[in-house]
């Protein structure tokens, strides 16, 4: 599986404090080790948000405020946004 990170993700992931950014690391690990394993831990709460044809976007839940957002295509996945449940909202409203 190959892993990228979006331009956007990354800028993103800058802007929080030290101990977020490392909730946001320990929740990317998961996801990777969730990929190699397929098996997830319970608190990550992945979800399936959007599917057309060979992509499909997921969340998972870095805390009670944060999600991650990636999508998934064949062996690929790309990070492409960490914020809020309102800014995960609205990019999958621009997915439309």
């Not at 990317?28 to 959007?50: C, F, M, N, S």
Request: charged letters at 25%; glycine letters at 4%; hydrophobic letters at 35%.
């Amino acid at each position: 599986m190959q892993f990228l990170y979006k331009e956007r993700y990354l800028k993103r992931f800058d802007r929080f404090h030290r101990h977020e950014q490392a909730l946001i690391h320990d929740t990317d690990q998961q996801i990777q080790t969730y990929y190699h394993t397929r098996q997830a831990p319970v608190g990550l709460h992945i979800k399936q948000l959007y599917v057309r044809g060979p992509d499909k976007i997921f969340e998972a839940r870095v805390s009670q405020s944060l999600r991650i957002v990636w999508a998934e295509r064949g062996h690929v996945v790309s990070f492409l946004l960490v914020g809020s449940h309102d800014e995960v909202t609205r990019y999958l409203r621009s997915l439309r």
